[in-house]
Nanobody, 122 residues
């Protein structure tokens, strides 16, 4: 499997970005997926996850109400719409394939994609 993330960039606080992650090499539509991020000097953290169909989603409290995870299984693509961005959202964002989906805790990741950098200026 290969996960190719894109869509990062520099944006002012209050602005929006949409990240995309294109999957290849296997059947994306069966995979539970997620977005994670790592800010400078900090550990990687969970942002949002979705089950294989996109019906079930879960968000970190820090992004709830501002970010939306979605997927297009016909296009093998995972999205993260980010609105009302804050400087503390600055990080490298990674898409990942999950071992399973769960509404409790953060499911383990069995494959990481490469990251895309999001920088939010104040």
């Amino acid at each position: 499997v290969q996960l190719q993330a894109s869509g990062g960039g520099l944006v002012q606080a209050g602005g929006s970005l949409r990240l995309s992650c294109v999957a290849s090499g296997r059947t994306f539509r069966n995979d539970h997926m997620g977005w994670f991020r790592q800010a400078p000097g900090k550990e990687r953290e969970f942002v949002a996850i979705t089950n294989w169909s996109g019906v079930r989603t879960k968000y970190a409290d820090s992004v709830k109400g501002r970010f939306t995870i979605s997927r297009d299984n016909a296009m093998n693509t995972l999205y993260l719409r980010m609105n009302i961005l804050k400087p503390e959202d600055t990080a490298v964002y990674y898409c990942a394939r999950l071992q399973y989906y769960s509404d409790f805790g953060t499911p383990p990741v069995d494959y990481w994609g490469q990251g895309t950098l999001v920088t939010v200026s104040s």
